[in-house]
């Protein structure tokens, strides 16, 4: 699908979903060949866990794909049917190894636009960048009408303010209930446009569940030998899950098990009394307790 700045007008079957308000889950794509081959690293992950933790919400699930539009299309397609708020981070651009926003209108079925209110946040761009070049803005010249194809989105699309550069980032809804927001690559424009996006549409579920982590360290157990134990109080403590982290070179505990339980404050309350109970049953050295 190509795209280009005279792309007809969208139909009104292609008008903005509403921006669901109870997501299942938040999650997020990485996009871009640079990550896939390790010349660069993502820096978006631990970035978007920060943004949620500090908002008290989590994030459920990551997918990274290298610069395939079929891969590309696939994954945006899940992530428009799933019902969860979705990140998308890379391939925005307007270059030859840019997919994202191509395959993004195909996973909707919908036509590729120019965005109004896209296409004078890039002019506005322009003027900025000739006034500070100190030359005259020329808005015929074929790479600022080139330029214009950073805001062709989705006929769809929502747009997301970028306050590095005002070249914007973009919204889609799918039919399944799948809010993607799209977002550069650049961690100095994505970081900012996640933020005013949590801000924006998902400020009501800030904190509103409060959740909170009991853990204790392990020595000499094996995980297959606590399995039962953990299983054990997933059944008998509704909402509270176990997790089970395993090391064999940590420099402060060496070979151990961090076995801990977490959810709502309630329910750990009661769930991790149980396992440590549990855990004495096997006669095992058990370390610090750790909180978080």
């Not at 990551?62 to 708020?85: K, N, Q």
């Not at 853990?215 to 054990?232: D, H, K, N, Q, R």
């Amino acid at each position: 699908m190509s795209a280009t700045p005279s792309t007809p007008a969208a139909t009104a079957a292609s008008s903005p979903r509403p921006i669901p308000e109870a997501p299942r889950n938040f999650g997020l794509i990485i996009v871009g060949d640079e990550i896939m081959s390790g010349k660069r690293a993502d820096k978006h992950m631990p970035k978007v866990i920060e943004l949620l933790g500090a908002r008290g919400l989590q994030l459920a699930w990551a997918d990274y794909v290298g610069d395939s539009p079929e891969r590309i299309e696939a994954t945006l397609a899940r992530a428009f049917a799933s019902g969860d708020a979705v990140f998308s981070c890379g391939g925005i651009g307007a270059t030859p190894d840019d997919h994202t926003r191509q395959c993004a209108a195909r996973a909707l079925g919908e036509p590729l636009q120019l965005h109004p209110r896209a296409a004078d946040l890039i002019r506005e761009r322009m003027q900025d960048v000739a006034r500070e070049q100190g030359v005259p803005y020329e808005p015929e010249r074929d790479d600022n009408v080139h330029r214009l194809n950073m805001g062709v989105f989705p006929a769809s699309a929502q747009i997301i303010p970028n306050p590095y550069n005002k070249i914007p980032g973009f919204t889609c809804v799918g039919q399944g209930g799948g809010a993607v927001h799209f977002v550069p690559g650049f961690p100095v424009m994505a970081w900012p446009m996640v933020e005013w996006v949590l801000d924006t549409h998902y400020a009501h579920l800030f904190n509103r569940v409060a959740h909170v982590e009991k853990s204790v360290i392990v020595f000499g157990s094996m995980e297959a030998t606590l399995t039962p134990l953990m299983e054990a109080i997933e059944r008998e403590h509704a909402g509270v899950k176990v997790f089970s982290l395993p090391s064999v070179d940590h420099p402060q505990y060496g070979r151990h098990i961090e076995l801990g339980v977490k959810g709502d404050p309630t329910g750990v309350l009661a769930a991790y009394p149980a396992l440590l109970a549990g855990l004495h049953r096997f006669d095992l050295k058990l370390g610090p307790e750790l909180v978080r």
